[in-house]
């Protein structure tokens, strides 16, 4: 008989992965303790903008012509432990406030709901992102409460989701890790996820805490890159020297790899800052925080670009920003993504707007969580109306839209021809061609 699968929480990743193994062919059920965000998903629609996740949840999403009905949504804990085989947990593990620890309150509430329902053998199997030790206290929890006790399993299977290619990463992974503690949890999650190790890719059995420690190592280490580079755009500027053109030559190294080395202004988003705080905190419970102090100094870098950015565009508007317009190319904290979590474009144009600045937004998918989160800015249906009578233009989110852009036609509006690109992403010397000031962090000014 067919696996029956349930995902509780349908946020970004829940409703990424119910969607995923609706196309994979299993009966899904997902689960969300928020009616609207269910009848959303019930109409096909999904809360955040992720390149081709709409287009797979109505292919599957009961009630919806021409769907297969393989997917439904419920707000009921005991429709979920009546259906399900397997209980994948996707619920928000945010930072907690003025804190750099890891809140665990949505994931013990999930399974505190989820366990009393559980009267037949079943396999829970953890998806969230949780400090190392949490899947070992989660298990006691799961047996000390499901009527099933021993037959209910936990198994931690971390996502590697990227915001923009999610479905792809989900679909298409290019690993899959799983902690168990038996067989009959591996071999369920063998055969949940037959078609993409069909496909290749590499299926790594672990115990609880090595699969906790992936994704916080994966994320750390990618943290450091970008930060690397960015430390490296400082000595660059005070030594006269082109980051882009270093960047460029250390990546031909196979032990370094070209990713992620474009300096810029720095990470954001929903996971890679508050994982990276987490990590260190839990480090510091274990009493290994040594081990980890670098990561403090990572942070530090990555929020230093913010600032240095906005001395950027002082100094380029003369040496303040009073009666100055600025317009600001982005909003998300990546492309192809409405994330405007921690979003170094927007903190940007916040500290330019709390200096007095004039500061005009836009962004092709962001605007409308922009607006939620820093209301008092102003804002721009197109890149043309946000550079109209700008002194200076920041590019601070590298979307192909902008890439695009026809320097000489931005040339007629704007009150000024500079701009700073933020993310080294545009053709400096199409730029200057068009009569433009060109200045990106860490490369020379001519």
Request: aromatic share 8%; glycine share 10%; charged share 25%.
């Amino acid at each position: 008989m067919a696996l029956k699968i349930t995902v509780i929480g349908t946020g970004y990743l829940g409703a990424t992965h119910a969607a995923a193994m609706a196309e994979l062919g299993y009966e899904v059920l997902g689960l969300d303790v928020l009616p609207e965000k269910i009848e959303m998903l019930r109409r096909g629609e999904v809360p955040m903008y992720e390149p081709g996740l709409e287009e797979l949840l109505r292919r599957h999403v009961a009630g919806i012509e021409g769907s297969t009905g393989r997917l439904r949504f419920t707000t009921s804990y005991e429709e979920v432990g009546a259906f399900g085989d397997v209980h994948f947990v996707c619920v928000n593990t945010p930072q907690k406030h003025g804190e750099y620890a890891c809140d665990m309150s949505y994931v013990e509430s999930a399974f505190d709901a989820l366990a009393p329902h559980l009267t037949r053998p079943a396999l829970v199997v953890g998806k969230s992102t949780v400090p190392v030790g949490s899947a070992a206290r989660l298990a006691e929890r799961l047996a000390a409460h499901a009527p099933a006790g021993a037959d209910v399993e936990l198994a931690w299977n971390p996502e590697f989701l990227r915001e923009g290619f999610a479905v792809q990463d989900t679909l298409h992974p290019d690993r899959i890790v799983v902690g168990v503690t038996g067989e009959r949890a591996e071999a369920l999650l063998r055969e949940v996820y037959t078609t993409p190790v069909a496909e290749g890719a590499p299926f790594v059995v672990t115990d609880y805490p090595t699969a906790e420690l992936v994704k916080t190592s994966a994320n750390s280490f990618l943290a450091t890159k970008i930060s690397f580079i960015n430390a490296m755009a400082e000595v660059c500027e005070a030594a006269g020297a082109d980051v882009a053109k270093l960047a460029e030559a250390i990546g031909y190294d196979e032990r370094i790899g070209k990713k992620f080395l474009r300096a810029g202004i720095g990470f954001g988003g929903g996971c890679l800052p508050k994982d990276l705080r987490a990590f260190m905190a839990r480090a510091g419970e274990l009493g290994v925080d040594q081990a980890l102090t670098f990561l403090r100094e990572i942070d530090s870098i990555n929020m230093r670009r913010r600032g240095h950015m906005v001395e950027m565009a002082r100094d380029a508007v003369g040496g303040g920003f009073l009666g100055k317009r600025v317009a600001v190319l982005g909003a998300t904290f990546k492309p192809d993504s409405d994330d405007v979590r921690d979003s170094p474009a927007l903190n940007v144009a916040g500290q330019i707007h709390l200096q007095g600045g004039q500061v005009t937004v836009y962004d092709p998918k962001g605007m409308a969580n922009a607006r939620r989160l820093f209301p008092t800015l102003g804002y721009a249906d197109s890149a043309l109306d946000a550079v109209h009578g700008a002194d200076v233009v920041l590019h601070l989110t590298e979307w192909r839209e902008f890439r695009d852009l026809d320097p000489a036609k931005l040339a007629e509006v704007a009150s000024e021809r500079r701009i700073l690109d933020g993310r080294n992403a545009l053709d400096a010397a199409l730029w200057r061609k068009a009569g433009w000031t060109y200045r990106a962090m860490g490369r020379p000014s001519a």
